[in-house]
């Protein structure tokens, strides 16, 4: 897809270089890789999430210099950051708030792939990779909340490790040996901050090979359809780097109005009252990005089923390249999964919400009379797997897609592009 290197070296430095490690014709062939010319906004989401990492792994790195994992000190330790460390208050939120943001780009990232069919060959590497740095994050953010050692902290590591207690005949083994003890204490917090430290940079190396994947095969577009010639192509500088750079600024604006207006309205107030094993808080919830999950957890009455739902939520995930056999790539052409898909995003809203609820509560639904929020996310889990497991397969072998442009070109400038001069697109 990119093509013969076209970097020169200028300098007789930068020529030394270059025949011994290429790093610089690296960075220029990144500059200038051909990316199609109708990329939208929602393929800023990509450089986004590599500011988030950035920004995590650098105010991380910083906090973990003042932050004493200790059950008796970590509490007070992040109280200290957060009020006597100079400007420890700026870098706690940015942390707290950018997993936040980090999962909202994510989650955006997805649900693009999901509807520009991105995850189809040649891309399943791409996708695969971005599904192990999405559980990496999972593992990420779910271990770096312990770390304050606050009531949700505490309560949640204590219901997640009990799943593993669920599996049958080596569960409570597996247990003791996440916990390192019979329950969630100082050597638990010990292990879980080494491995919070440790995962990002997992997930930076997770990153280089999705990047490395796209750059091999090339970047799929809103019409799904290949470049095929030079004219369905921009050079990635300065024309992305500068959608990028503007998509960044609009993203942080958004970011420090959290950050600086409402840095504790993403997370729980129960986490500002410290770590009681002799107190179980009325509701524990888990964070924002983890309620669909929870929802389809509670879906079910059975434990163990549970679990096995919530993970099966996950590998789906992993396999859809092989569930969606369709050949049209992007949902703009394909008139019945266009809609299918818009229900999926409404059932993934409604299984967060339903994860935030108590399931007894009741909610009126128009037509329905009431519904409690167990069978509201009942109705949601069945709708997630059903779309993945039955509607992409049987619609991958009956739908008929509208008409599609011949060219990237075609689709961008009509047929002006050969008054332009440019060369046809087939
Ligand atoms: C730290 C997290 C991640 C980073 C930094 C990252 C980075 C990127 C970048 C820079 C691109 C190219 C620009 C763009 O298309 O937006 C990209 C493309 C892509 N990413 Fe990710 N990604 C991440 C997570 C994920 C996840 C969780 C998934 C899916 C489960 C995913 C799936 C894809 C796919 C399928 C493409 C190809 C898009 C296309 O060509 O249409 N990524 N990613």
Not at 9 to 20: E, G, H, L, S, V
Not at 288 to 314: D, E, H, T
Not at 387 to 409: A, H, Q
């Amino acid at each position: 897809m990119s093509g013969p290197s076209t970097y020169e070296p200028k300098y007789a430095a930068a020529k030394w270089m270059d025949q011994r490690l290429p790093i610089i014709r690296m960075g220029a062939d990144f500059m200038t890789f051909p990316s199609p010319r109708n990329l939208n906004y929602w393929y800023t989401f990509g450089g986004i999430l590599a500011l988030c990492l950035v920004v995590q792994i650098l105010s991380g790195v910083i906090l973990a210099m003042h932050y004493v994992a200790d059950v008796d000190k970590a509490f007070a330790s992040v109280q200290r950051i957060r009020r006597d460390v100079p400007f420890g208050w700026l870098l706690q939120s940015m942390h707290a708030v950018g997993a936040s943001m980090f999962f909202l780009a994510v989650y955006m990232h997805m649900f693009r792939g999901l509807y520009y069919g991105s995850y189809k060959a040649p891309r399943e590497v791409i996708w695969i990779l971005g599904c192990a740095i999405y559980l990496a994050m999972m593992a990420t953010a779910f271990l770096g909340y312990t770390l304050p050692w606050g009531q949700m902290s505490f309560w949640g590591a204590t219901v997640i490790t009990g799943f593993f207690g669920a599996v049958p005949v080596v569960g409570e083994s597996l247990q003791e040996w996440l916990l390192g003890g019979y329950s969630v204490d100082n050597a638990t917090l010990n292990r879980f901050f080494a491995l919070h430290y440790l995962l990002p940079f997992v997930i930076a190396a997770l990153v280089g090979l999705h990047v490395w994947a796209l750059h091999h095969v090339g970047q799929n577009n809103p019409i799904g359809i290949s470049a095929k010639t030079e004219s369905d192509t921009l050079s990635f500088h300065p024309f992305y780097t500068v959608k990028d750079a503007f998509a960044i600024a609009v993203f942080l604006v958004i970011f420090a109005i959290f950050l600086f207006y409402l840095p504790d309205a993403l997370g729980h107030a129960d986490n500002y009252i410290e770590a009681d094993a002799l107190k179980t808080p009325p509701h524990i919830v888990p964070e924002w990005y983890f309620l669909p999950f929870y929802a389809i957890l509670r879906a079910v009455p059975s434990k163990l089923f549970g679990i096995l739902l919530m993970l099966g939520a996950i590998v789906v995930l992993f396999v859809l390249p092989w569930l969606d056999t369709h050949k049209v790539r992007s949902m703009r052409f394909r008139p019945i999964a266009k809609w299918f898909f818009l229900i999926f995003i409404v059932m993934c809203f409604l299984l967060g919400w339903c994860g935030a609820e108590t399931p007894d509560n009741v909610v009126p639904v128009i037509g329905l009379g009431k519904m409690t929020f167990y069978t509201l996310s009942q109705i949601a889990t069945l709708y997630y797997f059903a779309y993945f497991l039955i509607i992409l397969p049987v619609l991958g072998l009956v739908e008929k897609p509208i008409k599609r442009p011949d060219s990237i070109t075609k689709a961008v400038l009509g047929d002006s592009h050969r008054d332009a001069g440019l060369a046809p697109a087939e």
